[in-house]
T-cell receptor
Framework: ETGVTQSPTHLIKTRGQQVTLRCSSQ?????VSWYQQALGQGPQFIFQ???????GRGNFPPRFSGLQFPNYSSELNVNALELDDSALYLC?????????????FGPGTRLLVL | AQSVSQHNHHVILSEAASLELGCNYS??????LFWYVQYPGQHLQLLLK??????LVKGIKGFEAEFIKSKFSFNLRKPSVQWSDTAEYFC?????????????FGSGTRLSIRP
């Protein structure tokens, strides 16, 4: 157990719909990152939030957006869902100490888009 | 573009065999290096990490990895595997010129252990 929780565990949506995924960080962690893990692939970095502001983004379109709240919990929002958005979405929290980053991952939310 | 390569997609070993999983990255600057493990039905767990200093790092469950800077490699090793080591293993690299906590993952190596 890493102390990072995600909800829901599974979700089924249809093309064009919108989805919100949630993450609660490990206590004391002020940074949260979101990753997309397609079947048979490694996680791909979506974006990171530090103290409620986005401070890094991977190669994902603007329809992927997020929020971080004062209690450091976080949301990932995806608009206009496409079939290729079907994946495991991972949240990882960290407490950066200079460059010595260690991220702790949650169990993920499995999203299926039909 | 920066990338992380894990050349072995699926490795099958018998119990007690020695293990070495390859990981290479393409980035000329300073990096932090990680190996994560994903057991069936479970979430990603950190096996070990390298930040600086001794290039041979020891992790949990008897795993170790060696950073060879000249080869841009960070191979994972275990002298004697057990059936419970069956899992997916991911190498990951953090690029230290990046202000964000972006970690690039390899595509993973599936390890199957025959009892």
């Amino acid at each position: 157990e890493t102390g990072v929780t995600q909800s829901p565990t599974h979700l089924i949506k249809t093309r064009g719909q919108q989805v919100t995924l949630r993450c609660s960080s490990q206590s004391g962690h002020n940074t949260v990152s979101w990753y997309q893990q397609a079947l048979g692939q490694g996680p791909q970095f979506i974006f990171q939030y530090y103290r409620e502001e986005e401070n890094g983004r991977g190669n994902f379109p603007p329809r992927f957006s997020g929020l971080q709240f004062p209690n450091y919990s976080s949301e990932l929002n995806v608009n206009a869902l496409e079939l290729d958005d079907s994946a495991l979405y991972l949240c990882a929290s960290s407490s950066t100490s200079g460059d010595r980053l260690t991220q702790y991952f949650g169990p993920g939310t499995r999203l299926l888009v039909l | 573009a920066q990338s992380v390569s894990q050349h072995n997609h699926h490795v099958i070993l018998s119990e007690a065999a020695s293990l070495e999983l390859g990981c290479n990255y393409s980035y000329g600057g300073t990096v932090n290096l990680f190996w994560y493990v994903q057991y069936p039905g479970q979430h990603l767990q950190l096996l070990l990490k390298y930040f600086s200093g001794d290039p041979l790092v020891k992790g949990i469950k008897g795993f170790e990895a060696e950073f060879i800077k000249s080869k841009f490699s960070f191979n994972l090793r275990k002298p004697s595997v057990q059936w419970s080591d069956t899992a997916e293993y991911f190498c990951a690299v953090k690029l230290l010129s990046s202000s964000a906590s972006k970690i690039i993952f390899g595509s993973g190596t599936r390890l199957s252990i025959r009892p």
